[in-house]
């Protein structure tokens, strides 16, 4: 206690603290909230609450290596972390009140959990067609401390090994897609292994996730388009041609009778929410269904506005471009000079340059120039080569880089030209103010 008989912060044995009253009241928080003590280095620590979930992931001897905020590092870039680092353990990705942790073991993942109901073992096998609503209201009053959802399905013989395998992988697979969706929130990953030694392991490849996630999040806009929710009422708008549907297809189309909804069609499919959807949106696009609600707003393709933003750097440094060339003049045979900065390229700036030419008013193509990064991301993020925000990411720094290259050789020619001369020297700081603006410095 200090001398106002307030209780005084201690650290109990693993990291785990209780706030006195009047920090927990002026917090907003809970009287029995406990909190567990990360170290960040030697000025900064960061505080876990410990709840229910919290407290199943963490003990008091888990070391927690590496933690932060999902706003600054994303989903994709942790996935790829622990996977190039071959690192074993359990990350925790918490959202407001939800809460995911997917175990990696060397690197790939082998399990995952949820605190979200709707990825409840139970509610997957249903929503997938593999038991009804009452065979998991059977199971889930069954439901005792030491057995699990699928041990009682099983002994009660209200699904077959095969469909509880095949449900708890599709369970694993769901959490991880979902937790790309995740933008906002708080990661940690704890080091070591925890998974329960009487889980079932599963074989991912970290990799084929991460692909499929990217996937999976550049079509579900396009298919909220003409598939826009679950609950969506689909009706017939016109018969199929003869041979025009696969088996697959037409199995989805036959279960289409202008009363069952989205949920309802995927249930009876069995096929998984998204390759259902995804059949759905392909029989509306091609007019043979439609839905009744109306359609979703679509927000603005990812993947598209990283492209604007290249093409848009391209224009920015063409600007300056064009002001170098006004200045160089007919000093020095500016054409020649170009094309030995082209052909005298390291191999990472030839890939950008290729097939670029110095325009007559001092510019680059940037479509071009656009279509060469991306094409030299694709390459060289080996890997992660089909992964687009990747792929994206690299090719803006590669463009941004050359652009800086090409303009700082373009300031070295007319510097070494302009001998004393004022005019060129404050074309040339002009420039040089108008660069570090773009690339967000205040000093050149």
């Given at each position: 206690m200090d001398q106002d008989g307030e209780k005084i912060i201690t650290i109990k044995p693993g990291g785990i603290l209780e706030l006195p009253a009047k920090l927990t009241q002026s917090l907003e928080l809970k009287g029995n909230d406990q909190f567990k003590v990360v170290v960040m280095g030697k000025k900064l620590v960061q505080l876990l609450k410990v709840d229910e979930d919290f407290s199943r992931l963490i003990q008091n001897d888990d070391k927690i290596v590496m933690t932060g905020d999902l706003e600054g590092v994303g989903i994709t870039d942790l996935f790829s972390i622990l996977n190039m680092s071959q690192k074993t353990g359990v990350l925790v990705l918490v959202s407001e009140k939800a809460y995911k942790a997917i175990y990696f073991r060397r690197g790939e993942i082998v399990f995952a959990s949820s605190n979200q109901p709707e990825e409840r073992l139970g509610n997957i096998l249903y929503r997938t067609g593999k038991i009804s609503q009452e065979q998991k209201e059977e199971a889930e009053r069954s439901l005792t401390g030491d057995k699990r959802f699928g041990t009682i399905l099983l002994e009660r013989k209200l699904i077959s090994p095969k469909d509880l395998w095949w449900g708890v992988r599709y369970q694993m697979e769901e959490i991880i897609y979902s937790s790309f969706h995740f933008l906002k929130g708080f990661f940690f990953f704890i080091e070591g292994d925890l998974a329960d030694e009487d889980l079932v392991r599963f074989s991912f490849n970290t990799q084929k996730l991460l692909m499929e996630g990217f996937r999976r999040m550049d079509e579900w806009p396009l298919?909220?388009?003409?598939?826009?929710?679950?609950?969506?009422?689909?009706?017939i708008s016109a018969a199929p041609g003869?041979?025009?549907?696969?088996?697959?297809?037409?199995k989805v189309f036959e279960i289409v009778d202008g009363k069952k909804k989205v949920g309802d069609v995927i249930r009876l499919s069995q096929l998984?929410?998204?390759?259902?959807?995804?059949?759905?949106?392909?029989?509306?696009k091609a007019g043979i269904i439609r839905a009744k609600e109306k359609a979703r707003e679509v927000k603005p393709d990812k993947a598209e506005a990283d492209r604007k933003r290249i093409i848009t750097v391209v224009e920015k440094?063409?600007?300056?471009?064009r002001q170098m060339q006004t200045a160089i003049g007919n000093r020095i045979n500016l054409p020649d000079a170009v094309a030995d900065f082209f052909g005298d390229l390291s191999p990472r700036f030839k890939k950008l340059f290729e097939g670029l030419k110095f325009g007559p008013d001092g510019s680059l193509d940037p479509e071009k120039l656009l279509e060469n990064s991306?094409?030299?991301?694709?390459l060289e993020v080996g890997a992660f080569q089909k992964l687009s925000s990747f792929c994206d990411l690299f090719a803006f720094q590669l463009a941004l880089d050359g652009l800086n290259e090409f303009l700082n050789f373009l300031i070295?020619?007319?510097?070494?030209i302009s001998g004393d001369d004022k005019e060129i020297e404050d074309v040339i700081r002009r420039v040089r103010a108008a660069q570090s603006q773009i690339q967000g410095r205040k000093n050149c």
């Open positions: 298919i909220y388009q003409l598939i826009p929710s679950r609950d969506a009422v689909l009706e003869a041979g025009e549907l696969n088996p697959i297809m037409q998984g929410e998204f390759n259902a959807f995804r059949i759905l949106y392909q029989l509306a440094y063409n600007l300056l471009f991306l094409k030299a991301g694709m070295f020619s007319l510097r070494n």
